[in-house]
């Protein structure tokens, strides 16, 4: 296992092999992950906690805890934590190098 810090909170990455990898993140209020898409990588998110606000291809909804969704490859996506504090459970295929940004609020690169 290994803790790595985000500017928008942090990732316990709890898996990791040839086939998949199991993350825990927890996005601090107000904050919210890049505007991204894969090329390759699938993901699946189940909510621990909290309410999290969804970009899923240009639609926006919110899951509570108990809720998943399904990030396909290619989606463009954003994860947002406007209410609280939210811990997510995210499953995806073991590209985790696969990130293209498209809007970045802490400067990273695309």
Do not use: C
């Not at 996506?77 to 995806?92: C, D, I, M, N, Q």
């Amino acid at each position: 296992m290994k803790t790595v810090d985000k500017p928008w909170g942090h990732e316990v990455w709890f898996a990791h092999n040839e086939k998949y990898v199991g993350k825990v993140l927890t996005i601090n209020k107000g904050h919210r992950l890049s505007l991204q898409y894969h090329k390759v990588k699938h993901e699946t998110v189940y909510v621990l906690r909290g309410r999290l606000k969804l970009h899923l291809d240009g639609r926006r909804r919110v899951l509570g805890a108990g809720q998943a969704a399904v990030i396909p490859t290619k989606a463009v996506h954003r994860f947002e934590a406007p209410y609280g504090r939210v811990t997510l459970l995210e499953v995806s295929t073991p590209e985790v190098w696969d990130v293209v940004r498209l809007s970045d609020d802490y400067g990273r690169k695309k």
